[in-house]
């Protein structure tokens, strides 16, 4: 699966905008969408859409978002909740403009929103499987907006991060903890979805 790669975090206060750009290499004009979740500031992006903030529509506009990455539909895009963005490139971008990717949002798996734990954990670590991602490699779980749950025995070595109020936090704390502590993989949780997390 192609790759998607997270540049970091980038702040949506005003007069900090430009700032975060200058600190990620970036030039506004690159930024082709952003897609902001919930009321929050305005961004001086000139496409930018509006959604819901409810956790698992987040995560799957998220999940929509790589795969307009991943196919070329676009290089680069803010998502954003509250006063802060994650942004997101394609491999394209990275290599055109010499941008440093950080984590990487390697694959996607979703699952029956209603399923306990117990059911869908084992079957979320064999599809991972299938794609060569190794269950015992997670070390870091996150679930913006909602309750850890326990990971063991599928995920025998993931700890969950502090929970975030919304999805880009929360994505930015995972990427930002798989980075820092170099653990091979992170997942990131909503009601049905699940995303992975490697460093580059």
Known sequence: MPDVFWLGEMSLQPGEFQDGLHELDLRSEWIQEAHQ?????????????????????AHRLLHFCCQALQTGDLDVLLLAAGETSAVLASPR??????????ANLS?????PPGSPPEDFLPALALQMAAAE???????????????????????????WLETDANLPAGLNRLCA????????????????????????
């Open 37 to 57: 979740l919930g009321d929050l500031l305005e961004i001086p992006i000139q496409a930018a859409y509006r959604w819901p903030e409810e956790p698992a529509a």
């Open 93 to 102: 971008a990275v290599g055109r403009w010499n941008l440093l990717p950080r």
């Open 107 to 111: 694959a996607r798996f979703s699952y």
């Open 133 to 159: 991602i190794d269950a015992e490699a997670v070390g870091l779980a996150s679930a913006p907006s909602g309750e850890p749950f326990p990971l063991a025995p599928a995920f025998p070595a993931a700890a």
């Open 177 to 200: 903890a798989v980075e820092a502590q170099s653990a091979a993989f992170g997942l990131l949780f909503s009601p049905g979805l699940a995303s992975v997390v490697e460093p580059v």
